[in-house]
């Protein structure tokens, strides 16, 4: 599993079709990719990290806070690309990532333990398999990939 973390000051995502729509303000903006052989061990670990991955300036100017330090907002998007491999030719092959049946049910127990961790009110989301418009406000910029195995 994989987790591309940024810290924002704000993001949102927008799907035309269904006319959904979530903000958050300041928090993180989490990419998450799913590949095989991935289960909740997995899950657990990538979500506690992220919960907790202190990347949040404190009174001395310091990366010391994490999101729950903060009280800050997490917006969770699925993105199977994050398994792409461009290493041979111009197209990326995307056979490092889950069947979709695997990686909707472990990005739905992903949700389920940020809210866990951070609160519910606290953990909006993506559409998974939707094309999604994201925005993403960086701050800093700070992005972390974080890994499971």
């Known amino acids: 599993m994989r987790a591309l973390v940024q810290k924002v000051k704000e993001g949102g995502v927008y799907i035309a079709e269904t006319n959904y729509s979530a903000e958050i303000g ?9 590949t095989h052989g991935d289960d909740e061990n997995e899950v657990n670990f990538v979500a506690d990290k992220c919960s907790n991955l202190r990347i949040f300036l ?9 999101v729950k330090d903060i009280d800050g907002e997490v917006l969770v998007i ?14 990326p092959s995307y056979t490092d990532a889950a069947k979709p049946e695997l990686a909707e ?12 961790n951070l609160g519910g009110h606290k953990i909006k989301t993506g ?23």
């Open 127 to 149: 559409e998974f398999g939707a094309m999604m418009e994201v925005k993403i406000i960086n701050d800093g910029p700070v992005t972390i990939l974080v890994e499971s195995k």
């Open 26 to 34: 300041k928090g993180l903006v989490i990419l998450l990719g799913v």
């Open 78 to 91: 699925s993105q199977f690309t994050l398994y792409g491999d461009a290493r041979k030719g111009n197209r």
């Open 105 to 116: 049910q472990l990005y739905d127990n992903f949700i389920s333990r940020m809210k866990m």
């Open 58 to 66: 404190d009174e001395n100017d310091k990366m010391n806070l994490s």
